[in-house]
């Protein structure tokens, strides 16, 4: 088990900076699956990951002031923070978790039975205990939350958090805030194991980022003294139209804030984004979720990988350096000719296209870093396939096509 200050091997030289989120979040998965400190459910990746010690670290919740004073707690419902919800439940405190994905409301408060035994709380505590003996907290339901427990992938001394891609935890406090939930002093606890406190450049943050102020390992508790704001509210100009359709208590929300004369312009609704034309291609190019894969003219193989290189130049000869932009959240059902239209429709072609799509991700490369950049701000938030895409670049650039791709796999 690692000890105090411990750093993943595979990140400890870098340069502030050089690691995108997304390469921070691959290695984490990576050298968790390989020390062999992953626990079920498994493969970690794409998840925030359970952790051999993640009871111990959930242990050391208890000794916080910050949760002895609390009487209401929001716990999210990942595995490796199990202990800390059956922590809450034995010290009989109010124990919200969120809904899945935010299909159904925002928040289930875990109702043990009258008596209950440790081993029924144990069962409370578990994702089938939630199902089983919660009952749902709607936006009326007064909730005021003294404390949030989140999990995450990485995150540093500093109080920077790296979840696992999707926005849920950050759109979960921002909800929190606009339903009077939480103040601006709430605390926040994440629980990770040792290897993932990381250096994070904090230029890799975005204003719509949840900060933690405690951060428990198996072998350490740290308050990182955060100063930087956490989210003041949910900032529709990032949400899309989709993800709207996604959680219906947004709606709800939205419609609230808007009767309070609040700007609750969406991200694809925003006039500088009218030159784009990005509502014309997600309307156009989004398939239903439910959508089976099927063969087509240009499509991978499920499960496959597949590469296409610019013909007048497939092995990228001549080229100084490549710029690769990572595009994640890809639905199962889409093909690699869609994602190929709408990089047409925005004219940002790459020079070579690396479809992953048993991995839900594809590498763009380019030559050219400002249609790299332009590839990043003209994809990010794009509606293909019922699912918002995650784009990124990676800072790090790489030179005569080497190396940058295969650190991915």
């Not at 050391?60 to 949760?67: A, G, I, Q, W, Y």
């Not at 609040?262 to 034309?277: G, I, S």
């Not at 490369?365 to 794009?382: F, H, I, M, N, P």
Request: aromatic fraction near 4%.
């Amino acid at each position: 088990m690692a000890g105090p200050g411990r750093r993943l091997p595979a990140l400890a030289g870098l340069p502030s900076g050089a690691a995108s989120k997304w390469e921070i979040r691959e290695k984490v998965w990576e050298h968790l699956e390989a020390s062999g400190l992953a626990e079920f459910p498994r493969p970690v990746h794409g998840r925030i990951p359970n952790f051999k010690g993640s009871l111990q670290a959930c242990c050391s919740l208890r000794e916080l002031d910050v949760f002895s004073r609390a009487r209401e707690l929001k716990v999210d419902p990942d595995k490796p923070l199990e202990g800390a919800r059956l922590a809450a439940l034995q010290a009989r405190k109010t124990l919200l978790v969120p809904t899945p994905r935010l299909r159904t409301g925002l928040f289930n408060r875990i109702v043990p039975p009258p008596g209950a035994t440790k081993e029924v709380l144990r069962k409370c505590a578990t994702s089938q205990g939630v199902k089983e003996y919660s009952v749902p907290v709607g936006l009326d339901g007064k909730a005021q939350v003294d404390l949030v427990v989140v999990g995450s992938v990485a995150v540093s001394e500093k109080g920077w958090r790296i979840g696992k891609g999707e926005g849920y935890a950050d759109m979960e406090y921002a909800m929190m805030v606009s339903m009077g939930a939480v103040q601006e002093d709430t605390p926040v606890v994440t629980i990770v194991h040792d290897c993932q406190v990381l250096d994070i450049a904090e230029e890799l943050l975005d204003d719509h980022d949840l900060t933690v102020d405690y951060i428990l390992t198996p072998t350490r508790t740290i308050q990182t003294n955060c100063k930087r704001p956490k989210p003041q509210g949910i900032m529709w100009h990032k949400v899309s139209s989709e993800m709207l359709g996604k959680i219906p208590i947004l709606k709800t929300l939205r419609s609230r804030e808007k009767q309070a004369g609040k700007d609750v312009t969406l991200q694809d609704e925003h006039p500088a984004l009218a030159n784009t034309n990005r509502a014309a291609l997600s309307n156009k190019k989004v398939m239903p979720a439910n959508t089976q894969p099927r063969a087509a003219p240009g499509s991978a193989p499920v499960g496959q990988s597949h590469v296409e290189s610019d013909p007048v130049n497939p092995r990228l000869e001549g080229s100084d350096t490549i710029t690769t932009v990572y595009v994640g959240n890809l639905p199962g059902s889409l093909r690699v000719s869609e994602l190929k239209s709408a990089l047409r429709e925005f004219q940002v072609i790459p020079v070579r296209l690396n479809w992953q799509g048993a991995q839900h991700r594809a590498f763009l490369e380019y030559r050219d870093k400002g249609t790299a950049d332009r590839a990043v701000s003209s994809l990010q938030g794009l509606s293909l396939g019922g699912n918002t895409l995650r784009v990124e670049l990676a800072k790090s650039q790489r030179n005569k096509g080497q190396g940058e791709i295969n650190s991915h796999k």
